[in-house]
Each structure stands twice: as structure tokens, then as C-alpha cells.
């Protein structure tokens, strides 16, 4: 998969959240949420398409998100994880943790995910 840009991240996200949808009706929910004009959405959703992260169904120009909100969380995880933690997940675990304090709920539920990948599960 590509990297996907901030704004291509928008279309994807309606996707996500709504399922299949028409271009027409993702144009009128970007220009609720962040202003776009028609041509601005419909350009984001061509480029989308020529990434292959959106499929394009007919009939109404219905879109198809070709990739989960799963998969680019862990894209975009890993490219985090190599631009500034230079690929040690463990620090970028350890700032995270070092900047909230954490329930009790909270830290048995990190120690069960712990255990978990121990034991050659996982998350």
C-alpha cells in the first residue's frame, strides 16, 4: 500500500465510517466537514483510485474503500515508528506511556497485551 496524504486520509475516512458511498454525496459531507469544493473531492478520489486504495463502482460513481482503516493505521504506524524512533517501537511505546497518567484498568490492560505477545500471540 502507499502512503496515503492527509488529505487522501479524509477520503478514506468517509469511506470508513459510512461504507460505500457516492462521490456526490462524499463531495457534500467534505464540504460540511473541511470546506472542499466538488473538483477538490472528486480530484482526491481519482488520486485515491490511482493508488488503488478506492475502487470506483457504477452506477452514481459509487466508491469502495479497497483498504482498511487497519491497514493504513499500520502503515502509518510503522513510517512513525522509522522517522522518529529510528524503528524502535519501544521508545515510541515508552513517550506515549510517559506523558499520561494511567489507570489501574489501563496498565492491567497493557500488561494482558504484553503477556499476549509473549506467549506468540497477537494484538
Keep these: ?3 496515503l496524504f492527509d488529505s487522501e486520509l479524509k477520503i478514506m475516512d468517509v469511506l470508513w465510517k459510512n461504507g460505500d458511498t457516492t462521490a ?3 463531495a457534500e459531507i ?3 466537514q473541511v470546506g472542499w469544493s466538488k473538483t477538490t473531492t472528486y480530484t ?3 488520486r485515491c483510485i490511482h493508488k488503488g ?3 470506483r463502482m457504477e452506477p452514481n460513481f459509487l466508491c469502495h474503500p479497497l483498504v482498511s482503516i487497519g491497514q493504513a493505521r499500520e502503515l502509518e504506524t510503522t513510517e ?3 522517522k522518529m524512533y ?3 517501537a519501544d521508545q515510541l511505546v515508552a513517550s506515549i506511556l510517559g506523558r499520561k497518567n494511567l489507570s489501574p484498568e489501563e496498565i492491567e490492560k497493557l500488561k494482558q497485551l ?3 505477545l509473549e506467549s506468540g500471540g497477537r494484538l
Aim: no cysteine.
Design 30 to 32: 467534505l464540504k460540511e
Design 86 to 88: 529510528d524503528g524502535a
Design 114 to 116: 504484553v503477556n499476549s
Design 80 to 82: 512513525l515508528i522509522n
Design 53 to 55: 486504495t478506492v475502487e
Design 44 to 46: 482526491l478520489i481519482n
Design 24 to 26: 456526490k454525496r462524499m
Design 1 to 3: 500500500m502507499q502512503k
